[in-house]
């Protein structure tokens, strides 16, 4: 019995010292922010804007989605998020958030010269702070050359000469619904569908990481993958084997003769009601910057080998060497919640994601 | 001749249950009714509060989704259960009766090693066997090297398929049902067993006969266990494109940004859950087997010879060697490689701190979920008066965590906790001396501590009820007429009878909250990583090398809680032996002097 009670009085200690950190970090400095971005608190623009600043940057981790169920939960409660900052890697999911009124309208000077107008929202409830763009990356020895002249568009995978060759992200990833949204935009209802199912007819098989897509193409199990351009940075900026993967295949810029290759945002936008407001302003404005928008890993975009959303800032040299190419700005970022859900059925419909095995 | 069944009953001890008498050992109402009834409305409430968006059922979405994915997910999700099921039985019940009754050389480590798969996380050993075996992973790449093939040239087995899947799951679950099996088997009468041999049943036979149904509890236990895992995993049927209901959840939750459809799907699934447990309700009947605590001597190990050994020794190396050498070895490999390259700045991350935070929720976890699951199954246990089927019903509600995934459980524990967090936070602050901003409940781990609980306590519970059921409610009947109160029938008798029991079960929760990826994600507080978080988020990015080092992590922290189990059951076991040795050898004398 005295050992039950004993062991009761540690669990209750334990507890309590778990909690005591939470409490004791009380100071004027701090941001909490909810973010998309799987570094955790150690990435270096955040740290860089600690030191400059003096605040504590405390991140909490997810898929945009899940963290998008958090702050709704949290803002349909009390009307206040633990979070200050809401960082998401989807612009629509930023979009949804605002529309629900999770997000507020910032005011701010700064903001509106640094970033440009496509990539932030039209009622400043959001700002991108750097651009990743969806391409196709190619093995040259699988692929000749009239092969590839054929291959301009996203709807071009669908081409039967491409079956059993092309491997993609499963349909539940952000990366796919995005994409398939952009289809939706441009083609409609009727002729997306039909580009879907001719996908889905040339997948030879599904593979949930983007960076396995690559290693999976230079391999010669996969001819053609669609991936997001910075992981051919972290290639080429990687171990020795990472830069024979990134050595052995190539990227092509999508839809260059049409309206632009998809592109997606990393963006924030201040919680409704934020217990930190003035320090998540601050952290926008100090990353909009020209200077902290840089190529460099210790600026926002070039940490990640992504496009600066301030046209003045300077691009990665990685990045530069992909060669230039034009973004999708036809397809403005705020609808893109609009279309997500309708891009999910359709994908369901077309059973992308799913193999007979 | 005499009947099996009845030389087992007279072997073992079987009593049968008269309400009379258990009424007349019956506690006061609100220890055997009130408190376990409120614990686990407790336990339950998340569930209910998700039942509220059950009902809005939205007719097209749901027509849609029977005429796409869902007809499969539901054929997938059953294909996986069964045979997940099937194989950690088969492979769980054989290898703990190996070690178990048989003597052969390396035997003492095999029983120990075996369990050790637990450790690891299924995404971890999923990820890592598609990297070894996948088209571009090592062992394809040398085979076209040795052999010049091209794409087209040879035929290699598909990893990535939904047999490569049932393969690493069973892998990973089959230590749920070895390590029940095993101390079922240990604590097992051997009287009973060489009974039987003596009536002329060879080893095999007195072990389909007589001991597995003995272990029926624990067997049943254990393998219901591995097939609610296989059915709520999420990270492992991702990564291998096997959409399943559970995989299905998540993307609906996710992809369509509304969680009513994901929900009413989550309830589908726990009616496959409920029909599983019904149905080995059912198989259990009303077998009730009483062990008499205390006279079981372990079984006498039979030592094998010639082919049999080697046969034995070649199949416990062949099962740790595919569930726990190659995956660590893989890791190991990439760990190193990791050191080697100078380019990546995995070692700035603080993995002791996130060990720490492992640490600290699983245990606390482990302790709170154990406790309550002895309160609510001790109290129902002795509640005979009117409503103890629907006590009992209910009681058995909080196993369904069980059977939802993280992430629902979370959205659960939200929508309870939520409500109140303003409330308590400003209570807490005028009368506690809470001084910071944060949330009280959703702010600090409380509110995920109370997810794990809701999730796990199924695990706790049915280790705790199985091992109850085994003691003769003679002991409350005895203590009682001596006027013994509950708390100390509990403490002193019952909770000192069923430590095995209560430990496993609580190694099992820390370990199980250890790999938790869904709810954790939602859940935790600012700041707060976790070993399987970090190895989740750098392996989604296809960083294998950098996920090695959390992994690696991991699987030495779930070592930990492993080992521990190991000593728990043998102190628990020697300990009778030697008694009961003494005992026998008294015997002996006695006899000889008659």
């Known amino acids: ?357 | 001749m005499i009947k099996l069944a009845q030389l087992f009953s007279t072997a073992a001890g079987r009593y049968d249950v008269s309400s009379s008498w258990e009424r007349h050992i019956s506690l006061p109402p609100w220890t055997r009714l009130i408190l376990p009834l409120a614990l686990v409305g407790g336990i339950m409430l998340p569930l209910g509060a998700l039942l509220m968006v059950v009902f809005e059922i939205d007719i097209a979405r749901w027509t849609h989704m029977w005429e796409t994915f869902l007809p499969r997910a539901l054929t997938n999700t059953i294909f996986l259960v069964a045979s997940v099921g099937a194989g950690t039985f088969i492979i769980g019940t054989a290898f703990a009766w190996l070690v178990t009754a048989y003597d052969f050389p390396g035997r003492r480590w095999f029983e120990r090693l075996l369990l050790l798969p637990l450790a690891i996380p299924g995404f971890i050993i999923g990820f890592v066997y598609v990297s070894i075996f996948e088209y571009a992973g090592p062992v394809q790449t040398t085979l076209r090297g040795w052999f010049g093939w091209g794409r087209s040239d040879y035929t290699f087995p598909n990893i990535a398929s939904p047999a490569g899947l049932v393969l690493v799951l069973t892998l990973v679950l089959y230590p749920y049902v070895y390590m029940l099996a095993r101390v079922a088997f240990r604590e097992q009468a051997a009287v009973s067993f060489e009974a039987a041999q003596l009536m002329g049943l060879s080893r095999f036979k007195a072990f389909i006969r007589l001991v597995m149904p003995l272990a029926y509890p624990q067997l049943a236990a254990g393998t219901i266990l591995a097939m609610l895992e296989a059915m709520t995993d999420y990270g492992t049927v991702s990564y291998f494109g096997f959409p399943t209901l559970s995989e299905r959840i998540v993307v609906l939750w996710s992809g369509e940004f509304n969680p009513t459809a994901a929900t009413q799907l989550a309830f589908l699934m726990i009616i496959v859950a409920l029909m599983l447990i019904a149905l080995e309700r059912r198989m259990r009947g009303k077998a009730k087997f009483y062990q008499n605590a205390g006279q079981g001597r372990g079984l006498r190990r039979q030592p094998l010879r010639g082919v049999k050994r080697s046969a034995a020794i070649t199949a416990c190396l062949a099962l740790f060697g595919a569930a726990f050498v190659l995956p660590v070895t893989q890791l190991l490999a990439w760990v190193i490689a990791e050191v080697q390259s100078a380019s990546v700045n995995i070692w700035n991350e603080n993995f002791t701190v996130y060990a720490g935070n492992t640490i600290f929720l699983a245990g606390v976890s482990a302790a709170i979920v154990t406790f309550l699951a002895l309160l609510i199954a001790y109290g129902l246990r002795t509640h005979a008066g009117k409503g103890k089927r629907l006590s009992r019903l209910l009681a058995r509600g909080v196993t369904l965590g069980y059977a939802i995934p993280g992430a629902v459980i979370a959205a659960g524990v939200l929508v309870v906790v939520n409500p109140i967090d303003g409330a308590v936070t400003d209570l807490a602050t005028a009368h506690l001396g809470w001084s910071s901003s944060t949330y009280l409940l959703t702010g600090t781990v409380i509110a995920l501590i109370y997810a794990y609980v809701v999730r796990f306590m199924s695990i706790g519970f049915s280790n705790t009820d199985a091992s109850l059921e085994k003691i003769t409610p003679n002991m409350e009947g005895a203590a009682r007429t001596m006027g013994a109160g509950w708390w100390r029938i509990l403490s002193r008798i019952h909770a000192p009878l069923v430590r095995t029991g209560l430990a496993a079960g609580a190694l099992l929760v820390f370990v199980d909250v250890m790999k938790e990826l869904p709810a954790t994600l939602l859940l935790r507080p600012f700041g707060m990583d976790t070993l399987a978080l970090r190895t989740y988020f750098l392996s989604v990015e296809g960083w294998h090398r950098s996920a090695a080092v959390p992994a690696l992590a991991i699987l030495i922290v779930g070592l930990i809680p492993v080992l521990l189990l190991m000593r728990v059951g043998e102190k628990s076991v020697d300990g009778r032996r030697d008694y009961s040795s003494e005992r026998s050898q008294q015997t002996l004398r006695s006899n000889d002097g008659g």
Not at chain 1, 50 to 77: F, H, K, M, N, Y
Not at chain 1, 118 to 138: A, E, M, N
Request: charged letters at 20%; a negative charge; hydrophobic letters at 40%.
């Open chain 1, 1 to 357: 019995m005295n050992r039950v009670l004993v062991g009761l009085i540690a669990l209750v200690t334990m507890l309590v010292l778990g909690l005591a950190p939470a409490a004791a970090q009380e100071d004027a400095g701090v941001l909490n922010i909810y973010s998309s971005r799987h570094y955790g608190d150690l990435e270096a623009p955040f740290v860089a804007f600690s030191e400059a600043t003096g605040i504590e940057v405390r991140v909490s981790a997810g898929t945009p989605q899940d963290l998008l169920g958090r702050l709704r939960a949290d803002i349909q409660r009390g009307d206040r998020s633990i979070a200050d900052l809401f960082l998401a890697i989807d612009a629509g999911v930023l979009s949804l958030a605002a529309d629900e009124g999770l997000l507020v309208p910032v005011e701010s000077e700064v903001l509106n010269a640094n970033i440009a107008e496509p990539f932030r929202d039209p009622q400043g409830r959001w700002y991108g702070l750097s651009i990743r763009t969806r391409t196709v990356v190619y093995n040259p020895d699988n692929v000749t050359e009239e092969e590839l002249a054929s291959l301009n568009e996203y709807r071009d995978l669908a081409d039967p000469i491409w079956r059993g060759r092309l491997c993609m992200r499963p349909a539940g990833h952000i990366y796919t619904i995005s994409l398939f949204s952009s289809l939706l935009y441009h083609l409609g209802q009727e002729q997306a569908t039909a580009v879907t199912e001719g996908i889905v007819a040339n997948v030879s098989r599904y593979i949930n990481s983007d960076t396995s897509l690559i290693r999976a193409v230079a391999a010669g199990e996969c001819d053609v993958v669609v991936v997001n351009h910075y992981y051919m940075g972290r290639l080429a900026n990687g171990s020795e084997e990472d830069k024979a993967v990134f050595d052995s295949v190539r990227i092509k810029w999508m839809n260059q003769d049409v309206n632009g290759v998809f592109f997606n945002i990393n963006g924030a936008g201040i919680v409704k009601n934020a217990a930190n407001y003035e320090n998540a302003l601050r952290f926008l404005e100090y990353m909009s910057q020209a200077e902290n928008q840089c190529g460099e890993p210790t600026c926002f975009p070039g940490s990640n080998y992504e496009l600066p959303t301030n046209p003045e800032a300077e691009l990665n040299e990685t990045v530069a060497s992909f060669g230039a190419f034009t973004l999708d700005l036809e397809y403005p970022l705020w609808e893109y919640g609009q279309y997500q859900a309708a891009a999910v059925s359709m994908l369901e419909a077309a059973n992308f994601g799913f193999r007979e095995n």
